[in-house]
Nanobody, 122 residues
């Protein structure tokens, strides 16, 4: 599985941004998908995950109520809608494939995209 994330950019605090991640391969709908992020000087952290059908989602507390993960299996694409962005949301955002189940832990994710940079200015 190959993943390509895009949609990052420079925005102001309070703005919205929508990330997309396109996956190759016909088995996209077989996998849980997740978004992670890594801020400068910090470890990579979980952001959100979505089940294979999209029926179940999970979010980090820091983004709950502001971010929404969704997927379109017909387009092999997972999205991350980010609203009310804060400077602390600044990071490189990665999409990933969880081939083990439904997890917040990056060790469960086997395939990773290249990342897209989101910068939120105050």
């Amino acid at each position: 599985v190959q993943l390509q994330a895009f949609g990052g950019g420079l925005v102001q605090a309070g703005d919205s941004l929508k990330l997309s991640c396109e996956a190759s391969g016909r088995t996209f709908r077989s996998y849980t998908m997740g978004w992670f992020r890594q801020a400068p000087g910090k470890e990579r952290e979980f952001v959100a995950t979505i089940s294979r059908t999209g029926a179940v989602t999970d979010y980090a507390d820091s983004v709950k109520g502001r971010f929404t993960i969704s997927r379109d299996n017909a387009k092999n694409t997972v999205y991350l809608q980010m609203n009310s962005l804060k400077p602390e949301d600044t990071a490189v955002y990665y999409c990933a494939v969880d081939d083990r189940g439904f997890s917040r832990y990056d060790s469960s994710y086997a395939y990773w995209g290249q990342g897209t940079l989101v910068t939120v200015s105050s």
